[in-house]
């Protein structure tokens, strides 16, 4: 990846309780934030589990840049969370 990137795009996915979302990432480089005040895990292999999955606390941004090739799969427990997406320039 490059070191310098323009943002281009966010999304945001209100609500992501105890069913895994799947973010179509398809290879974009991007940034994740859980911005809800419960847990985040996001798995960019299998559909995300709070077991399986990379635990982002409550109103935090994960501050790298990365990129997955396919579906970046998302979940929170059953009160649910809200997660922002923001995509760069390929």
Known sequence: ???TYIAQKVEV?????GTAVDIAIA???FMIANTG???LYINP???ATASNGFLIPAGTVLPIKMAVSG????ISNATGT????????V
Do not use: E
């Open 1 to 3: 990846m490059r070191s």
């Open 13 to 17: 996915k209100t609500a992501v309780k």
């Open 27 to 29: 290879g974009r480089p």
């Open 37 to 39: 005040a419960q847990p």
């Open 45 to 47: 292999a299998v559909t």
């Open 71 to 74: 579906n970046l799969s998302v």
């Open 82 to 89: 809200d997660v922002a997406v923001l995509y760069f320039d």
